[in-house]
């Protein structure tokens, strides 16, 4: 599958700043970046399912943005 990952974190503080760059880090363990928070990644299933809840493991839901794009390859 194709996906499309853009995200916003905010770097109010420390805990943002560390939380962008684990953000960046596990994008880039997946996919390629396209501009500074925009990922795009050709992944399985399986490896999907693991990447999204890192994703989500890492990121503030009242401080953050994080969306996925599904697209056609």
Do not use: P
């Not at 999907?48 to 989500?56: A, R």
């Amino acid at each position: 599958m194709f996906v499309l990952i853009v995200y916003d974190v905010s770097t109010k503080d420390e805990g943002g700043a560390r939380r962008l760059r684990r953000v960046a880090k596990t994008c880039e363990d997946y996919g390629i970046r396209v501009q500074n928070s925009v990922f795009e990644c050709t992944i399985s299933l399986t490896h999907w399912t693991q990447f999204k809840f890192k994703l989500l493991e890492e990121i503030n839901d009242q401080e953050d943005s994080l969306r996925f794009y599904f697209l056609d390859q």
